[in-house]
């Protein structure tokens, strides 16, 4: 604190004196205090990053992303592009750890437990989703086509909820 003090005394008081012709503590001690919030806040606005240039390039930046998702139309899946999906997120995401559990399941151990539970709702969750594919718009032979592709979908995910129903 003498440091401060005595860095006030040899500097800053000379540049004090002339606004505050009187001598006094209080006008010291009030450009001291005025001095040291600017010097806080100019630290907290730069550690912030808070500038106008900086502001400027965030707005512009936000403008672009909104104009980008603007452009951007989504499409609505096919049918087989739904089942495709479907089938995909089973092969990539369930069917190894279902594999995995397989392997080396005990009844005894709960998270073994958990997982069975944790893959048969997620196995459900496709069933549900395959459901929703409503094929009665589709007319001829794409209505034949995606029928079998989705029976085909089921089975397989039919087939992996049976074998954990075994593992109770």
Not at 108 to 129: G, P, T
Not at 159 to 165: A, G, I, P, Q, S
Request: charged share 35%; with cysteine.
């Amino acid at each position: 604190m003498n440091c401060i003090i005595d860095f006030y005394r040899a500097n800053l008081k000379p540049l004090v004196a002339q606004y505050a012709p009187d001598d006094s503590e209080v006008s010291s001690t009030l450009y001291m205090t005025g001095a040291a919030a600017i010097i806080v806040t100019a630290i907290i606005w730069r550690s912030l990053g808070i500038s106008s240039s900086n502001r400027i390039k965030r707005q512009q930046a936000k403008k672009k992303d909104s104009k980008h998702k603007k452009d951007v139309k989504l499409e609505p899946l096919t049918f087989e592009k739904k089942i495709d999906n479907v089938r995909l997120r089973f092969n990539k995401e369930y069917k190894p750890g279902i594999d995995q559990l397989l392997e080396n399941y005990d009844p005894a151990d709960k998270d073994k437990v958990y997982q069975r539970n944790f893959y048969n709702e997620m196995l459900l969750k496709l069933l549900i989703e395959l459901d929703g594919v409503e094929l009665v718009e589709v007319q001829g032979e794409r209505k034949i086509a995606l029928k079998e592709q989705r029976k085909g979908v089921i089975r397989e995910i039919q087939t992996h909820l049976k074998t954990l129903d075994k593992l109770i």
